[in-house]
């Protein structure tokens, strides 16, 4: 949650120079001749998959949440239960998420990042709960 909240405090264009920097790392990894091209054309290149890296960056810290809330709330709860009451935490804390965005410089907060957010979550839950489901039927070796 620390995570999220200090990368939602970035204003606008710090956050932007850094989806920036990732899609210019990727464009080396998967683009054969991405180096070769001129400035321009990277940058123009860059700039164009920015959106589904923020996208996808939304998505990905929130999975990872879902996973961690999950295990905490298994501590509490048992099954269906612990699955729901993870969702709702994760996805109120997308919302009070997007809400923090709004008083940060040059960034505004959207219903459409919560739902990605809350889908995010939701398959981080899912991820975790098929895992341990799966762990849970395996028996001992010895």
């Not at 995570?3 to 054969?32: E, H, N, P, T």
């Not at 920015?50 to 929130?62: L, Q, S, V």
């Amino acid at each position: 949650m620390t995570f999220i909240f200090s990368m939602s405090a970035f204003q606008g264009g710090d956050s932007s120079k850094l989806s920036q920097g990732v899609g210019y790392r990727l464009c080396m990894i998967f683009y054969d001749g991405f180096s070769d091209l001129p400035q321009e054309k990277q940058t123009e290149i860059v700039k164009s998959i920015e959106h589904p890296i923020r996208k996808c960056a939304h998505f990905t810290e929130y999975a990872v949440l879902g996973v961690l809330m999950y295990y905490l709330v298994l501590w509490y709860k048992n099954g269906k239960t612990a699955a729901e009451i993870t969702y709702i935490l994760c996805t109120a804390y997308a919302a009070s998420d997007e809400l923090h965005q709004l008083f940060v410089s040059a960034r505004s907060g959207q219903a459409k990042d919560v739902f990605i957010d809350s889908c995010g979550s939701l398959a981080g839950i899912i991820i975790i709960a098929i895992i341990l489901k799966h762990f849970k039927k395996k028996k001992p070796v010895c």
